[in-house]
């Protein structure tokens, strides 16, 4: 090999050696103060265990959440509901009458496959009219009940993530396997990964992996406690949030209305797909 030929192959071999950017340096998307991910908590369904176990221990991690309920459940512990939302919390929508497939036993009432379009967006509207008589909140962001985005049978199958776009900034799944690309996902279908019955080790482990992607990741609760399948674990959190909130880490912990605020603002400054409002 001559001189010149190896002068020319020394930067080509350092560039393939070198570790690849972030996607957010590649396309120039940048999260806040330095942050090169963001985490988001969510928990579903406004169960009592959220207010018994929850408040206290999020207030004094110092976090806050994004918390989806359903109106009935809110009115039966009022006071609770008022003051978690007076601790800065998130209170979103999560329908007025949970409705998922029959094929549940439970929502054979209310089962999606006996749904129309206009019957959700009623159902969607009148549940944030509610959320906002009784908390004054107006919910901006939504999660899809069981993640199930369709209403109908058959041929008449129908989703109603249209609806969704059109009534909140965001909606959010459940059980799905991917965190979301801040550049790419969809507003209206933001990815929702479980962190019920999970311990710490298995979260730092997604953690690190949005943190070297740049991707935005929102986990998706239930009950708060020590043990049960669908309940996010007290010794798990109290290990999770002060990792997430070292400076070392550099993760952004906000609520999930922040988080899509933000992506949304930078993909309206690049005149990209953003949201509704």
Same mark, same amino acid.
Do not use: K
């Given at each position: 090999m001559t001189r010149q030929s190896a002068q020319w192959l020394l930067p080509t071999l350092l560039f393939a050696c070198a570790d690849p950017l972030p996607p957010q340096m590649e396309t120039g998307f940048r999260w806040p103060d330095g942050k090169l991910a963001a985490v988001s908590l969510s928990f579903d369904d406004s169960r009592d265990s959220q207010l018994d176990a929850g408040m206290a221990l999020l207030k004094r991690l110092g976090v806050r959440a994004t918390f989806y309920v359903v109106p009935e459940r809110v009115?039966?512990?009022?006071?609770? +509901?008022?003051? #978690? *939302?007076?601790?800065?919390?998130?209170?979103?929508?999560?329908?007025?009458?949970?409705?998922?497939?029959?094929?549940f036993p439970w929502s054979r009432d209310r089962a999606l496959e006996e749904y129309t379009i206009e019957g959700m967006r009623a159902e969607l509207t009148e549940a944030n009219r509610l959320l906002n008589?009784?908390?004054?909140?107006?919910?901006?962001?939504?999660?899809?009940?069981?993640?199930?985005?369709?209403?109908?049978?058959?041929?008449?199958?129908?989703?109603?993530?249209?609806?969704?776009?059109?009534?909140?900034?965001?909606?959010?799944?459940?059980?799905?396997?991917?965190?979301?690309?801040?550049?790419?996902?969809d507003p209206a279908q933001v990815s929702g990964m479980s962190m019920d019955a999970k311990d710490f080790p298995e979260l730092r482990?997604?953690?690190?992996?949005?943190?070297?992607?740049?991707? +935005?990741?929102? #986990? *998706?609760?239930h009950d708060i406690g020590a043990v049960g399948h669908q309940t996010t674990r007290v010794e798990m959190l109290e290990e999770l949030v002060p990792f997430l909130k070292t400076e070392e880490t550099r993760i952004w912990l906000g609520t999930?209305?922040?988080?899509?605020?933000?992506?949304?603002?930078?993909?309206?400054?690049?005149?990209?797909?953003?949201?509704?409002?």
């Open positions: 009115e039966s512990r009022l006071e609770d +509901w008022r003051r #978690l *939302a007076r601790d800065g919390h998130e209170i979103a929508n999560h329908s007025l009458r949970h409705p998922c497939t029959g094929n008589q009784m908390l004054g909140v107006d919910p901006a962001t939504f999660a899809y009940p069981c993640g199930q985005t369709f209403v109908g049978r058959g041929r008449e199958t129908r989703s109603y993530v249209p609806v969704v776009a059109e009534l909140f900034f965001a909606g959010r799944g459940w059980l799905d396997e991917t965190p979301n690309d801040p550049v790419f996902h482990t997604l953690v690190d992996s949005v943190r070297d992607s740049g991707a +935005w990741l929102v #986990l *998706a609760g999930v209305e922040q988080v899509a605020r933000y992506i949304a603002s930078y993909r309206e400054s690049i005149g990209g797909a953003g949201s509704r409002r």
